[in-house]
C-alpha cells in the first residue's frame, strides 16, 4: 500500500473510545521535516502537503543505480518543475515595463513589476537528467527555501 504524502505533514492524533470515529488530526506547521528531506507546506492539495527536498531544486526523486548508492536520496531534473530561486525570490514570467520582453526567471518577490531596477538571477538546477545522488551535486554554499537550508552533508 502507498501511504500518501499527507500523512506526513498531519499532527498525531488519539482516539479516546467514546465513538466509532478519531478527530481530524492538524496539518503540521509550513516547514516541519517530512520524508526524504522535504517540508510541509500550506497547501491546499493534500497531494502537494509534503514537498521532497528534489522538487526544491527544479527535480523529482529517483533510485540511483550503483548498490552503494541505493540507500542515498537521489534526483534528476524536471521541466514541470520549477527551478531553485534564492531566498525572497520567485521564479515567474514578468514582461518588462519598457522593453516589453517576457522572460521567466527568478524575481525579487517584493516587487510584482519587471523594470531596470528590478533584482533578478536565473533559476538553478544544480541537478541533470541523470539520476544522481542529491548530496554530490549540493556541493556549493548552502541553498535556502522555505526556511530550511540545505548543504551536503545534510543530504547523505
Known amino acids: 500500500t502507498t501511504i500518501p504524502l499527507d500523512v506526513y505533514c498531519r499532527l498525531d492524533t488519539s482516539c479516546d473510545g467514546s465513538s466509532f470515529s ?3 488530526s492538524e496539518q503540521a506547521s509550513p516547514g516541519t521535516p517530512c520524508i526524504n528531506k522535504g517540508t510541509c507546506s500550506a497547501s491546499v492539495d493534500p497531494s ?6 528534489c522538487e526544491a531544486f527544479g527535480a523529482v526523486s529517483c ?3 550503483a548498490d552503494e548508492q541505493a ?6 531534473n524536471s521541466d514541470d518543475i520549477s527551478p531553485w530561486c534564492p531566498d525572497g525570490y520567485v521564479y515567474e514570467s514578468r514582461t518588462h515595463d519598457t ?3 517576457t522572460q521567466t526567471q527568478c524575481y ?4 510584482t513589476t519587471w523594470d531596470d531596477s528590478t533584482s533578478v538571477t536565473g533559476g538553478l538546477r544544480p541537478f541533470s537528467t541523470q539520476c544522481a545522488p542529491a548530496a554530490e551535486l549540493i ?16 543530504l547523505v
Request: charged share 25%; net charge negative.
Open 48 to 53: 502537494e502537503r509534503c514537498r521532497p527536498l
Open 71 to 76: 540507500c542515498q536520496l537521489c534526483c534528476k
Open 22 to 24: 478519531c478527530p481530524e
Open 139 to 154: 556541493n556549493q554554499a548552502p541553498y535556502t527555501d522555505d526556511g530550511s537550508t540545505y548543504n551536503s552533508a545534510d
Open 63 to 65: 533510485f540511483c543505480d
Open 108 to 111: 525579487d518577490g517584493a516587487t
Open 99 to 101: 522593453s516589453g520582453e
